[in-house]
């Protein structure tokens, strides 16, 4: 068990850090055998006596929640069976292992055969569903936290829906993950320490920003590309539903915080503008598993200055930001104060996805019963 001292975090903020491989090393998951973490969490609790319905968009998303709840246990076939080999086997004959083996000729990698590459496969799903898993909790606690901070009745009503939402998909993904995949990896501390900064801030807009915004937005499309490339039937249905609520917490994020962003000073969008950048350099950092690659015996240091290169894992991360850059252009923060985070996200190399539909816009596509467009 482990208190978070946020001191002790080190920012990510900076351009040098975008290629850091050493401050991403210096980072790992101390209490990742422990069944608790602590954090503080330093907001208010507000009731609001006005009862009004002040806010149709809301008022709208929360009819959607109440009629597109779902059951993890009953609405699943868990008593079909699962061949992960076969499906991991099938998913790389399509889309291959995700790396280019031509980076890798003078590396451990390149004495790999057909087994390596699909343990490597196998245990890749097993820590990216876990991550979703672990991330959802977070989801979790923080829509919790702003049905207590947000002062707005009609924010409650519809946070308190995604309450209930979240708790269905840690539900479904750690069931997923116990009963068909034999147990799930600890939580990246890169993620961690995203959630540990969104938890432990008093402000409520920034537990929307940080949760509904940016990790939201992330796992939307992670979810997609997941959704859209396994050819596994349980986990296909599991994704598919999960991304139905998903894209209507990203929207309620959206229509939020449009209202309250549009009113508030450059500096204090500055703050906002450096959260979304630090979270976006996490969650493109957690995603070299370097968990993976220790389990697979092989030391993170001398994969990640070839893997942090590697084209098709860049674009694949890349990918992942196709709801995160759109939504913050929407919400107003990519060009203020000097289109400040708009560089930030050249020098990622994102900001292609700006002319993407935002997900205040798109979320009645991903509706149950409708084919859905996927990244």
């Known amino acids: 068990m482990s208190v978070t001292d946020n001191t002790k975090n080190e920012k990510l903020i900076g351009r040098q850090d975008l290629d850091d491989i050493e401050a991403i090393l210096a980072m790992s998951n101390h209490d990742e055998d422990g069944s608790l973490h602590y954090v503080t969490d330093n907001a208010p609790t507000i009731f609001t006596w006005d009862y009004e319905t002040r806010r149709p968009?809301?008022?709208?998303?929360?009819?959607?929640?109440?009629?597109?709840?779902?059951?993890?246990?009953?609405?699943?076939d868990w008593k079909q069976s699962v061949d992960i080999e076969g499906t991991i086997t099938a998913d790389q004959?399509?889309?291959?292992?995700?790396?280019?083996?031509?980076?890798y000729a003078d590396t451990p990698i390149a004495k790999w055969g057909d087994k390596e590459w699909l343990n490597f496969g196998i245990e890749g799903r097993n820590w990216t569903l876990s991550q979703f898993l672990h991330g959802e909790q977070g989801a979790l606690i923080c829509?919790?936290?702003?049905?207590?901070?947000?002062?707005?009745?009609?924010?409650?009503?519809?946070s308190a829906t995604q309450v209930m939402d979240e708790a269905r998909h840690?539900?479904?993904?750690?069931?997923?993950?116990?009963?068909?995949?034999?147990?799930?990896?600890?939580?990246?501390?890169?993620?961690?320490?995203?959630?540990?900064?969104i938890i432990n801030d008093g402000r409520w807009d920034m537990t929307y920003l940080g949760m509904q915004i940016m990790v939201e937005g992330l796992a939307l499309a992670a979810f997609g590309f997941m959704h859209q490339l396994t050819t596994e039937p349980l986990l296909k249905q599991i994704l598919r539903m999960v991304m139905s609520d998903e894209a209507r917490h990203v929207a309620f994020g959206v229509i939020s915080l449009q209202e309250v962003y549009a009113q508030m000073s450059d500096s204090e969008i500055k703050e906002r503008q450096?959260?979304?950048?630090?979270?976006?350099?996490?969650?493109?950092?957690?995603?070299?598993?370097?968990?993976?690659?220790e389990r697979m015996g092989l030391k993170p240091r001398e994969i990640l200055p070839f893997l942090m290169g590697d084209p098709t894992r860049i674009m694949f991360q890349q990918m992942l930001f196709a709801k995160i850059v759109p939504n913050c252009k929407k919400l107003g923060l990519l060009d203020r104060n000097d289109k400040w985070l708009r560089h930030r996200f050249e020098e990622m190399g994102v900001i292609k996805f700006e002319t993407w539909e935002n997900t205040a816009d798109d979320y009645l596509a991903f509706e149950i019963g409708k084919e859905i467009k996927t990244v």
């Open 57 to 76: 968009q809301l008022r709208k998303l929360y009819e959607k929640a109440k009629t597109g709840q779902w059951n993890a246990e009953t609405d699943f």
């Open 274 to 293: 450096e959260f979304a950048y630090e979270a976006s350099v996490r969650m493109r950092d957690r995603f070299l598993q370097q968990e993976v690659w």
């Open 93 to 103: 004959a399509i889309t291959g292992a995700g790396l280019d083996p031509s980076r």
């Open 170 to 197: 840690v539900e479904v993904f750690a069931k997923y993950l116990n009963e068909k995949l034999g147990g799930e990896y600890p939580i990246n501390i890169h993620l961690r320490m995203l959630l540990d900064d």
């Open 143 to 158: 829509t919790a936290k702003i049905t207590q901070t947000v002062p707005w009745h009609d924010a409650k009503l519809y």
